[in-house]
């Protein structure tokens, strides 16, 4: 206390800092909980608007012009087959640009250039990916509006995500034991792949799942080079045209009338209920390897 | 355990994409009584989509292996899909222009012109507007016409109150824009800019609905499905307030804002059964689907007579 | 790519050893090494061109933003397009001024930084500084799913909760509104400003803290006064990426906010944002060729350019005015 700066100050002056602390504290506090409290009320809000409409009906029907029977099969189908292309085109490719930036790329510019590239476009909004979509996907490989249009774009959206987890992932795998393969003779490939992708997919899968799990809430992208106006099918082929959860759920909240409102929501509880699952899937996949290492 | 985590990866990504084409086979091949299979792609106006989404819902009901695409690029864009052959149909809230039937008939594409029913288009205003019960032609071209004065109610009518009108109108490339603006400006697409403009219809009634001072136009469809919560504004056209409704449209005494609406259907489409049985579904149940999605529809008769000249368009074609 | 896969989705770690000591111990053959070489190169080639492939998107990014804005701009000049007060180019007397839309844009992005900023802020002061290790483990996942909800969610929220009770208090404010898209998007980035401040909070070393406390600060003046400053440079950062997200938002803003180019600062009125135009273009599939259609290409150039900016200059900072503690 003899080093306090402010040593003249009175006993009342000291309460006062004190106090300010505290009422400090409190503030942040509510700050932090002004975020979980908005979390809370859309949920509720959400829940409480939707919950009633979510049904078997609801999804196994196609979407219709009256509300009572109206569902989400063609949504929900589309929105599945978005993510399993999207997975299968993404994560060789985003998890091989991974493994070459981190074992193989040597330090030069090309380098550097690649990963600042790949920083900034996680930062390029994602309405402009759906403008990339639509002028080379959709009209100049002529792909059309089809699934396959959908899941390129989304794909090459989620890439630079995917990338920057994987590359964390093989990061913290341990130098020593790429060491003690080299000097077993292994090859870098062979280091690469029986020593360093075993221990860095748990960290590529959550990383890969968080990142699917945005490509499957994303609307705007596919407002471009996806379906507007009426589907009453599941997707058979790459070709097909095809609807996902949240164009549907963009449909049903541009128009006025309340029942479509109710099937928003609606469409909304079950793509959260999807989104959870993923999100959850990656939590239990990185509980498990942080509690291995 | 790096081995079972790796190989469990794997499994849940081959999982997630069999459950993709899972979802996709849930209708299989066989599943239909009728036996009807193939695509059908449908696009243009966006006042007909309710009709063709009507349509294309029961339809598919009544055969679900078939698969009927209804998108609403506007009449022109659609015209354009139709005339490069990408679409079966094209729908239209306006007939062909000369020069876009000039397009189709230069690669190719032959066609029949429907006439499903009739659309009047509707003002609209905010049911809280309790002065606002009619507009002479004069006073909504002075509302408007390009670079118009007018910005608060007062400036319309004297009496009227100094509040500020907010706008709602159909987007640009939306047949119901060209209707309006031809009709009451005299050239189509001439307008005042500073609206709501959309696309979707929906966008419009939530707009109008939400604001006391609101005007707006677009398809009687829209109106009857918000009865409710919009106030329907008669229109003079020199012959005293008329209101829009079924009766009004279609004898024409709802002047000048009523108007056919069309499907163009493709002589070369029609050789797929799919095809033929659609445009014979619509025309078949056409008395029953077109009001339930606001319109108003032809006679019986009248339809019966244009399944008549699809048969004689198809019989040339095949 | 397609080699890429098989590697992953089987795993032969138990084989690891007799592979690698076959080639050192095995009879050697040349052919076979040359063949094992041959091998290695290819793959680091297949390797190098994945990771290539992302200066391709770049490269296709630029080039179709640019190749049909230069179109636009032989017709509309650059002076007219950043000065021009109206848009209105889908009319018969176009206007191609882009600042309607950009004010639409800085609106929502204003309002967005003015609720994010500050509760971001001190959120990841709380987290950093406060909370226990219990209490964060249970906050942060909160956050995630906040920063994880669809933005058509937000959307919905806005239209359906905010957007009325906003009309409860003032009455005149319009059904789409810049107001109600602001919130939604403030909150939508409230996560990102939070966990890269915290981060940055956190890389403040220990050793400061108690040096502060060891003069007697209390903890608020430790938290404001030497880690906020110590760790400056991130959390700038951190709200210059938070608002270049806001500017870049699409879907919330969309259903919220209108659809009318609306120079104005009246965040009670309808307005229509650069991703938002895109949008309503978009959806009424404009032909292409014609110079609407090219609109899309120069608000899409803008837009990009604008966010790109903003995410080199938050780097740059960081880089900048990093304190270096090590």
Redo the contacts between chains.
């Keep these: 206390m003899t080093t306090e700066p402010m040593g003249r100050a009175p006993a009342a002056f000291h309460r006062r800092r004190h106090l300010k602390g505290a009422a400090f504290a409190v503030f942040a506090l509510l700050a932090t909980l002004v975020g979980v409290v908005a979390l809370g009320i859309l949920l509720v809000d959400v829940t409480m608007d939707g919950l009633s409409a979510v049904d078997w009906d609801f999804i196994t029907a ?4 009256l509300p009572e029977r109206a569902g989400i099969k063609a949504a ?2 589309g929105s ?2 978005i ?3 999207t ?2 085109v993404a ?1 060789p490719l985003s998890v091989a640009a991974a493994i070459y930036l981190e074992e193989y790329a040597p330090k030069n510019w090309f380098t550097r250039l690649i990963q600042l590239n790949i920083a900034n476009l996680a930062g390029v909004p994602s309405i402009v990916y759906g403008i990339l979509g639509l002028t080379v996907f959709v009209r100049a490989m002529g792909l059309e509006r089809s699934i396959i249009s959908g899941a390129l774009t989304l794909s090459i959206l989620i890439l630079p995500v995917i990338v920057m987890a994987a590359q964390e992932a093989i990061r913290a795998v341990p130098n020593s034991i790429r060491e003690a393969a080299y000097g077993l003779g292994a090859t870098r490939w062979q280091v690469v792949r029986h020593q360093v ?3 860095a ?2 960290g ?2 959550t990383g890969t799942i968080l990142a699917l799990s945005r490509a499957v809430g994303e609307t705007a992208p596919l407002i471009m080079v996806g ?11 790459l070709g ?2 095809f609807t996902v959860l949240p164009l549907q759920i963009y449909d049903w909240i ?4 309340d029942e479509f409102h109710a099937l928003a929501a609606a469409g909304i509880i079950v793509l959260l209920a999807l989104l959870l699952t993923m999100n959850a ?1 990656a939590i239990i ?1 990185r509980n ?2 942080q509690k ?1 290492l | ?3 079972r ?3 469990f ?2 499994a ?3 999982l ?2 069999l ?3 899972g ?5 299989g091949p066989d599943a239909g009584a009728a036996g009807l299979t193939g695509s059908i792609e449908i ?1 243009g106006s966006s006042t007909v ?2 009709v ?3 349509v ?2 029961e339809f ?1 009901i009544a055969n679900p292996d ?9 009449t ?2 659609g015209f ?1 899909r139709f005339c490069a052959g990408e679409t079966d149909m094209s729908n239209a809230s306006r007939p062909i222009r000369d020069s876009e039937a000039q397009a189709c008939h230069d690669a190719g594409v032959d066609f029949t012109e429907l006439n499903v029913g009739w659309d009047g288009l509707s003002v609209l205003a905010n049911p809280d507007n309790e002065f606002l019960q009619c507009l002479t032609v004069g006073e909504l071209n002075q509302i408007w016409e ?2 118009s004065t007018v910005t608060t109610w007062q400036d319309v009518r004297d009496e009227w109150p100094a509040e500020e009108i ?1 706008l709602y109108g159909p ?4 047949g119901t824009f060209d209707y309006f603006t031809e009709t009451i400006n005299g ?1 189509g ?3 005042r ?8 219809d ?2 419009l ?3 109008i ?3 006391t001072y609101s005007l707006g136009y677009f398809g009687y469809a829209y109106y009857a ?2 009865s409710d ?1 919009l106030k329907l504004v008669a229109v003079d056209g020199g012959e005293g307030c008329v209101l829009p409704s079924d009766e009004t449209i279609q004898d024409g005494t709802y002047a000048p804002l009523s108007r056919p609406l069309y499907v163009y259907v493709r002589h070369s489409a029609l050789e797929r059964p799919a095809v033929r049985a659609y445009v014979e579904f619509m025309l078949g149940n056409a008395t029953e689907i077109v009001p339930s ?1 606001g319109y108003s529809a032809l006679s019986a008769e009248q339809y019966a007579e244009q399944m008549r000249a699809i048969a004689e368009a198809a019989g040339g074609a095949s | 790519m397609a080699q890429a896969d098989p590697s ?4 032969r ?2 084989n690891t050893t007799t592979a690698g000591s076959a080639s050192i111990a095995g009879p050697a053959a040349l052919a076979s090494r040359r063949n094992r070489d041959f091998k290695e190169r290819l793959i680091g080639a297949v390797l190098f061109v994945c990771a290539a492939v992302s200066t391709l998107v770049t490269v296709g990014i630029v080039g179709v933003l640019l190749g049909e804005s230069l179109l636009f701009f032989r017709e509309v000049s650059v002076v007219d397009f950043l000065t021009d007060t ?1 848009w ?1 180019p ?4 176009p ?1 191609f001024g882009i600042l309607p839309l950009a004010s639409g844009s800085f609106l929502v992005a204003a309002g967005a930084a003015l609720i994010a900023i500050p509760v971001g802020l001190l959120t990841a002061i709380f987290l950093s500084e406060y909370a226990g290790p219990r209490l964060r483990g249970a906050l942060k996942p909160l956050l995630e799913i906040l920063a994880g909800i669809p933005t058509v969610v937000y959307g919905y929220f806005a239209l359906t909760f905010i957007t009325p009770i906003l ?1 409860y208090f003032v009455p005149s404010t ?3 509104n810049a107001a109600a898209g602001a919130i939604v998007v403030g909150i939508m980035i409230i996560p990102t400003v939070a966990s890269l401040s915290e981060d940055a909070l956190r890389a403040v070393p220990e050793a400061l803290r108690q040096g502060a406390y060891g003069l007697g600060a209390t903890k608020m003046e430790v938290a404001t006064r030497v880690v906020v400053p110590g760790a400056l440079s991130g959390i700038v950062a951190s709200f210059i990426l938070g608002i270049s997200r806001a500017i870049g938002e699409t879907m919330a803003v969309t259903i919220a906010s ?3 180019a ?1 120079l104005t600062l009246n965040p009670l009125e ?1 307005i229509q944002t650069m991703t938002s135009y895109i949008v ?1 273009v978009s ?5 292409h060729g014609t110079i ?1 259609y090219q609109t899309l290409f120069a608000v899409g150039l803008t837009l990009f350019v604008i966010t790109l900016l903003m995410n080199v200059l938050s780097q740059w900072v960081l880089a900048r005015f990093r304190e270096e503690y090590e």
Excluded at chain 1, 62 to 65: D, G, K, P, T
Excluded at chain 2, 66 to 74: D, L, P
Excluded at chain 3, 8 to 11: A, G, K
């Design positions: 196609f979407a219709s012009r929900l189908a599945i087959w993510l399993g292309l997975a299968l994560f992708l075993p221990m997919m748990p590529i899968l379906a507007v106006g009426f589907i009453a099918f599941t997707p058979s082929g097909d045209r541009s128009r006025p009338q899937a996949l498990r390897y291995r | 355990m790096e081995n985590m790796t190989r990866g794997a849940a990504l081959a997630a994409f459950a993709a084409c979802g996709g086979d849930t209708d696009d989509f309710p063709a989404a009507a294309a819902e598919q078939t698969r009927v695409t209804v998108a609403y690029s506007g022109g864009g354009q390009p670079n907010s987007g640009t490339d939306s050239e697409g001439a307008s800019a500073d609206y709501q403009a959309s696309e979707d929906n966008i009634v939530q707009g609905a939400g604001d499905e918000n919560i999605t | 992953l989705s089987q795993s770690a138990g109206r209105t889908l009319f018969q007397d206007h009309r319009d059904v789409f209108g659809n009318m609306n309808s309503q959806k009424g599939d404009t032909p609407e």
